[in-house]
């Protein structure tokens, strides 16, 4: 029997944002199920490339055009394209060739949970699509608004390499005694980086922002850190970033992540692998991940993460990674897929 054919359709796809990274762990779970997978994107270094499905895009691509790109593909994965607008008329397109067709809508985002985005109507429907969301809170609101979804929460891989904390340090001017705080995000207004130096300066510790400025937030970003109460390091790496990402880590001394909102917030998970302490702001699905059974400390309590860093227990590290390792293994995303797909009544080797 021939293998069936997938392909993952996004804005951009291939980099170290968030829906990137996940959309490659679906990738491999899909190929691990049988699956032939293609990436279709607007920019990115991907299959097929298609520079109308950009964010940034003047014109979106023609119906033929996406057309041609998802041609022969039994299963279509839109990942956030359909879900927040940040180019309505290639979703609109995007939407249109894919009616009738098996499709997963996989959304990160939805236009309400963003400022700007407020009043933007919710995501396209379809008998033959199947929604899914990476929290329990955006499952609620598609479904207060008529469509039903599933959860197939974010996935991380347990046994990833560690990275060099000596040689990381090293780069950065440190030595083993000072105190590192790092902040694996980028530098947006939800991303609370005010609140991240504040835990820096509280902890006596240096704060290390990874991510660039995005959003025109570069002019607040420059004015934060001029201001910092502490030593601040800024970059390099980005969310997700690979083995970058892992010497990061293993480079800090604690990790904090004190978004105002994130869709899931991969850090919270990402801490607990490679064994590094939380203080997690107070994000709506933070509680949604503290409720699995995690030990973190608040954003905005300096003293009980810093009591904690001058007396470490090892058995909270030890828990959290448990518990990651329990709910979130990316070992498990096969299976979680071959179960969405099953409870849709679809066969992998359906037409």
């Not at 904090?256 to 590094?276: D, H, K, M, Y």
Request: with cysteine.
């Amino acid at each position: 029997m021939d293998s069936a054919g997938a392909a993952l359709i996004s804005f951009r796809l291939g980099g170290t944002d968030g829906v990137s990274v996940e959309a490659a762990k679906w990738a491999g779970a899909l190929e691990q199920l049988g699956f032939d997978v293609r990436t279709v994107a607007g920019s990115g270094p991907v299959d097929r490339l298609l520079p109308g499905l950009a964010i940034d895009a003047a014109d979106p691509p023609t119906d033929g055009e996406i057309a041609d790109a998802l041609a022969g593909a039994d299963l279509v994965v839109v990942e956030n394209l359909c879900s927040l607008p940040l180019n309505p008329a290639a979703a609109a397109a995007v939407a249109r060739v894919l009616r009738g067709r098996r499709a997963v809508l996989h959304h990160h985002d939805l236009p309400w949970q963003r400022g700007r985005f407020v009043g933007w109507p919710g995501p396209a429907d379809d008998p033959r699509w199947i929604h899914v969301t990476i929290n329990d809170l955006s499952r609620r609101q598609l479904a207060e608004r008529g469509i039903a979804a599933r959860v197939v929460m974010n996935s991380f891989d347990m046994d990833a390499a560690t990275g060099d904390r000596a040689e990381t340090r090293r780069k950065l001017g440190l030595e083993e005694h000072d105190r590192l705080l790092l902040q694996p995000t980028r530098a947006i207004g939800r991303k609370n980086v005010a609140g991240g130096l504040a835990l820096a300066a509280g902890i006596g510790a240096s704060y290390w922002l990874l991510g660039p400025a995005e959003d025109g937030y570069g002019p607040e970003l420059e004015r934060l850190l001029a201001g910092a109460r502490c030593p601040v390091i800024h970059g390099p790496g980005g969310e997700g970033a690979g083995e970058a990402i892992a010497d990061a880590y293993a480079g800090c001394d604690a990790v904090v992540l004190p978004s105002t909102w994130e869709g899931f917030g991969n850090p919270a998970i990402e801490s607990a692998v490679q064994r590094r302490p939380l203080a997690i702001g107070p994000y709506p699905v933070a509680d949604e991940l503290r409720a699995f059974g995690f030990r973190w400390f608040g954003h905005d309590h300096p003293g009980a993460l810093g009591r904690f860093l001058d007396a470490p227990d090892p058995s909270l590290p030890a828990h959290n990674h448990a518990v990651a390792r329990r709910y979130f293994s990316v070992a498990e995303l096969p299976g979680r897929l071959a179960r969405l797909f099953a409870g849709a009544g679809w066969e992998l080797a359906e037409k």
